[in-house]
């Protein structure tokens, strides 16, 4: 059986412009092959199994040629796979996309062309510039300005000139200098607004502006990948900018926890303007051998997490257990996440401790029990003993620790943890064992480079044990931790 090709835009950087189609696919793709420009977060998104091929291109670093391309595509179909073919911005704008759908049209191949957002159009305008505006031009036009080494640009300056419109190059920075001599020979004003726009949409996002005859020199700093824009357009950023103005932006957060509990902080960070790449470092595996059956006899339950509280419920209904066996039991919750958790199954907890650890939930319950009740523990094989210390000591009391999941320690198939610590970077820590998840995914040697976000103490004192840079939240909840980022944003590196 043959496997299908799916050409996806992955748009301009930013995560949150990945249309729905293009995220759908590439969670479920079996071979994802990529390019150099496509965002860190969407790359991240490929899933842990996925064979993952870098062909990416950058200016005189070609890892694969077109024809390598277009065959390892062809390759991967023929072996019955779902690949996934992860273009920056959209695969039809300069993106050399239909050279990679012949090859697969003549031997037969089904594919799927899913557009994506294209940089000429969003970089500007989380810069503040729109391509079109009423009071400025009638028409924008998109150019690619890439040439060939020592060889001069093949563009028609007088053509661009008589537009009158505003004007987009893409793969333009080296060529800078060019393009401004260009259109300022063929006519244009030399106090037309420009801009060069560097990494748009990411947390690096960088911007210059200035007059098309200085702009050239005030831009020479300028790197790849940049985009310029040239028209009166450029001049409203001063009034419409807005990404900046967001209290995160610039700053960059890896988000360790496991993907199905990453939403909420991950959505909330990039509301204040953040950058997120969603990181997992750990993996819950709920046991399906887990022993439940001194549940109903027991006076209390105790959850900790709230995917311990996600797992229990799933393996409660996986059983056909009625949930009104709980009904004679108290419930006991480490934390407010759990709590809420729980609160979604209209279950309330009884017993909540004022500071969110396992000590502190082994204390709080101690002085709640009595001779001869039985206290249930549903939680990872590998839990917290401070817990059970507590309780041992509690005459008469019969505790069962009962696991009902594993920790299993991930990777992403792309990334390489240590290589996203760049600028202002902060990696946000849930648990200590996504701590720990991260030192195996990146190795050990290198972590005192790691600025370190950590929800409580004991997540926190996991990191120092690695040699990370650490702030911790004053409160142990994702209030805490957005509260800390916004404390810590811009904070000298």
Known sequence: MIGTVYLVGAGPGDVGLLTCRGREVLLRAEVVVYDALVGDAVLALAPPEAECINVGKRAGNHTRSQWQINEILLEKALQGKSVVRLKGGDPFLFGRGGEELELLQRRGVPFEIVPGITSAIAVPAYNGIPVTHRDCCSSVHIITAHKQKDLPLDLDFEALVRTEGNLVFLMGVSALPELCRGLLAAGMDPETPGAVLHRGTSARQKRVTAPLSRLAHEAAGMEAPSIIVVGKVCQLEKDFAWAERRPLFGSRYLITRPRRRASGISGRLRELGGEVVELPTIRLRPLKDADLSSLAQSDWLVLTSPSGVEIFFDLLRERKLDVRRLARLKVAALGSGTAAELERRDVLADLMPESYDADSLGLALAGRLTPGQRVFIARAREGSPALTARLAACPGVEVIDAPIYDTEYTRPP????????????????????????????????????VRALCIGEQTAA????????VRVARTASMDGLVELALTCAGEEI
Do not use: C, H, K, N
Not at 417 to 431: H, N, R, Y
């Open 414 to 449: 792309i990334l390489e943890p240590l290589e996203l610590l760049e600028g202002d970077t902060w990696a946000v820590f849930t648990s200590a064992s996504t701590v720990r998840g991260f030192a195996a995914a990146a190795g050990t040697e290198e972590l005192s480079r």
């Open 462 to 469: 996991q990191a120092r044990r690695y040699g990370m840079q």
